[in-house]
């Protein structure tokens, strides 16, 4: 599609705005001048309708449940990449040739390990906070160690950033899980891949060799290739504004965590699982079916429902498939969760409301169950999507730093408060 126009009548105004076409997707209106031209503001409270930025990473079709990075649909991606070379794809743009995928795996692996000053800064947390607290706390002060790569104006700085983010995020994972657990910080192993390694610094304990599954290594590769980015998702977006001021990108991935916590958000995973521990058994399905459609009652099936997609959420599908393989490796035959969760999204499926409102199971929905059975606690669901989605973060915020027409972002607003009054004193109250 080329370039054309929309006209808006306003107040017996005729005005032309520009229309750009994507590569792929809708057309956006520019109404960048509309204020200075008309006097008005748009109004899009929760963003429905609004394209925040351009941006060539991520591409979302949520009416044909399709998923693309940088073009490549994520079930090709989950099938046949391993997850460095899906970051390598998001920061660089083009999947790595051998050489540069070794470069690339051999400079993460060599970030991998924290300043060990970071150790004593876990001790003023209590051993019950929450993982994500410790997360948001931690990685924001990530930029008090490593002034050395702050300078957003230098690309290597931005770089060596990045690499330091995607490289750091499951070593401080880890720790917070095992400062939660009481237990010892395993360092990271070199020798290791990226999901290998992570699942070593959570579950090996001094004492004994620890093995790692490799059928349980691929599914966390896949479980963090699912969870790396998703344009701009509420997380995302909160990236980008931080940066959009030349906030350090530490702080920037800090506040991405702070917004990933919510349980309409990363936080979903953990709801999800909750409200299949709170359902327990099949019989009691109809009630909670009857409770999410009850608009006096604020009970919401977790893990269901999208912004975006409006069909089945495509990571949904691959997360379903890795739950069976992790379930199967470990033997577990019948998961009751697993159970209520399949016949929970059979009859949401099947019913009226869910299928008006085109409520489909997305990507928290079976995320949850794999986790578990990977010897997760729950508060520790979000804190991996967080490890997984910090390059996709770091992604948009280098496109938004490198963006030549990069700005502060500050939206305005519908006023609709008191107009002007003067003061009064206390006594005439
Ligand atoms: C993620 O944006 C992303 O890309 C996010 C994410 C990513 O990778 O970054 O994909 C990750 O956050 C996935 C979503 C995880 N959240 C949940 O599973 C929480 C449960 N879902 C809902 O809270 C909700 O569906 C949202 C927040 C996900 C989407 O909300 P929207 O787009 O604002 O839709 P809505 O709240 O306006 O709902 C539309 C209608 C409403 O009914 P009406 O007011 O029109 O009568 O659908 C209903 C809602 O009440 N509805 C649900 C429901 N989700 C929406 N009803 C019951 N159960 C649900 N889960």
Redesign the pocket.
Known sequence: MTESTAKLEFRGKTHELKVRPGSVGPEVIDIASLYKDTGAFTYDP?F?STASCESEITF?DGDAGVLLHRGYPIDQLAEHSDFLEVCYLLLYGELPTKAQKDDFDHRVTRHTMVHEQMSRFFTGFRRDAHPMAVMCGVVGALSAFYHDSTDISDPYQRMVASVRLIAKMPTIAAMAYKYHIGQPFIYPKNDLGYAANFLHMCFAVPCEEYKVNPVLARAMERIFIL?A????????STVRLAGSSGANPFACIAAGIAC?WG???????E??LNMLSEIGTVDRIPEFIGR??D?DDP???????????KNY?P?AKIMQKTTHEVLGELGIKDDPMLDVAIELERIALTDE??IE?K?YP????YSGITLKALGFPTTMFTVL?AVA?TVGWIAQWKEMIEDPQQKIGRPRQLYTGPAERDFVPIAKR
Do not use: C, W
């Not at 998703?230 to 997380?235: D, L, V, Y």
């Not at 009970?299 to 997609?309: A, D, I, K």
């Open positions: 929760g429905t979302i969870h980015d998703h344009e701009q998702n509420a997380s995302t990933l349980p309409a958000h990363g936080g979903a995973n709801a999800a999410a459609k608009r009970f919401r099936l977790m893990g269901f429902g999208h912004r975006v997609y959420d990571r409301y869910f409102k409520l997305n990507i928290d929905f999507f989605r």
